[in-house]
């Protein structure tokens, strides 16, 4: 056996005290104990929404164990400690999520658009001052930041939006509409791209500010979807008060801003969608397979094994793009791959989900591990679109990637 390094021990060290803290704080999942339906890990779907009640309780729960976790210091490993992070390296980061996994722990999904989008760009681009006020509220779970990107002429073609933005002194005062918004109505900031010189070329003329969600003048209405949820919102603004300390970036540099924030979606996205928590991906459809009977044909099992190829496979890519980052690189084009597969995986699961179910995914009998289902079918078309649409990434993919000729203006 080789020698232990100074940097082993130290990671060993925080190992134990991780597992230590977790033991302390949490239930541990019974270990090598196969899913089964109905028994604590309910299926909850990729976009689902459950009546405001529950969903404020299961908001409340994430904020809880955010906070605990950052208090007791695994709440934001790798981040700075003058932030109130605790200054590790990703090695930590690792090795605390695989022991975080075999506990049982809310859903902090809410968490994913501020953590893996908005805090990126916030540390890129805004003032130390804006930073070090939002950054560790963000990690603790005291803020859930949104994302108010597109509008009702101005989705994939985000160069196309006409919310304003004027200048009055040291404020911006806003006027305009976003849509699709994903947990505005949980939201305490967002990130927010306006046009502020119309007289430019589109792609110059906009400018990034985060805005306070519950500033007068916001209005947040929900858009209720045929999953039964109503997780995105309309989001007006109506001579919205922004300090000019908020804005992201210079002025009309709001397009470099919105890169660093889509570049990371598209990561957060193809590397994290999954079928919420609980049992991974493979481990439901398997349940869901065994569960209706059709294990044995060899047609499914096939179907089934592809799935699972691809899951892997798309495991590794964002490994690889993980690394990437952690080597020092920005998110660039080449996550757009790594957004397009998990969009294409998730739709080839609801397709199989439906052809193994067949009519038991339309009708609610209570039997557990069909109707639920539904809404994670009614729900995954919205990968298509959210973090630019297919057309958009493909176009991405093979201008900026695979250097293809531009498609035609």
């Not at 934001?76 to 975080?100: F, M």
């Not at 439901?284 to 592809?306: E, H, I, Y």
């Not at 201008?399 to 498609?407: A, I, M, N």
């Amino acid at each position: 056996m080789g020698s232990v390094t100074a940097e082993d021990e130290d990671l060993e060290a925080f190992r134990a005290r991780a597992r230590a803290f977790l033991d302390d704080h949490a239930d541990r999942r019974p270990a090598d104990e196969p899913f089964v339906w109905g028994r604590g890990d309910d299926f909850v779907g990729i976009v689902e929404e459950g009546d405001p009640e529950t969903e404020a309780a299961a908001v409340a729960a994430a904020r809880r164990w955010a906070a605990t976790r950052f208090d007791a210091g695994f709440g934001w490993i790798d981040g700075p400690v003058e932030l109130g992070g605790a200054g590790l390296s990703g090695a930590h980061v690792r090795a605390y999520r695989g022991l975080e996994a075999a506990y049982d722990l809310p859903d902090l999904s809410i968490f994913t658009i501020g953590l893996g989008m908005v805090a990126p760009t916030i540390a890129a681009h805004a003032r130390p001052e804006v930073a070090a006020r939002y950054l560790p509220p963000l990690h603790r779970g005291d803020v859930i930041a949104c994302q108010l990107f597109s509008e009702p002429g101005a989705g994939s073609d985000l160069a196309s939006l006409s919310t304003r933005a004027v200048r009055d002194g040291d404020e911006w005062v806003l006027d305009g509409q976003k849509v699709w918004t994903s947990n505005a109505h949980h939201a305490g900031i967002g990130e927010i791209i306006c046009r502020t010189d119309p007289d430019a070329p589109k792609h110059a003329g906009m400018t990034a500010f985060l805005v306070d969600v519950h500033a007068p003048g916001v209005e947040v209405r929900p858009l209720r979807q045929m999953t039964g949820g109503a997780g995105f919102n309309e989001v007006f603004f109506t001579g919205v008060r922004v300090p000019d300390s908020h804005r992201l970036g210079g002025v009309g540099e709001g397009w470099g801003v919105a890169l660093t924030t889509l570049m990371n979606e598209r990561a957060s996205i193809g590397s994290g969608m999954g079928l919420a928590r609980g049992p991974g991906p493979f481990e439901r459809l398997v349940a869901l397979t065994r569960f209706v009977g059709a294990d044995a044909d060899p047609v499914t099992r096939d179907r089934l094994a592809r799935l699972y190829t691809t899951h892997v496979v798309n495991g590794l890519t964002a490994k690889r793009a993980t690394a990437a980052l952690r080597a020092g690189g920005l998110p660039g084009p080449e996550l757009s791959i790594l957004k397009l597969a998990g969009t294409q995986h998730l739709l080839a699961i609801a397709e199989y989900v439906a052809g193994v179910l067949g009519p038991a995914l339309c009708a609610d009998n209570g039997e557990w591990g069909t109707f639920a289902w539904t809404k994670l079918v009614c729900g995954v078309p919205g990968g298509r679109l959210g973090g630019g649409s297919d057309e958009i990434v493909r176009n991405i993919i093979g201008e900026r990637v695979l250097g293809l000729p531009r498609e035609p203006r």
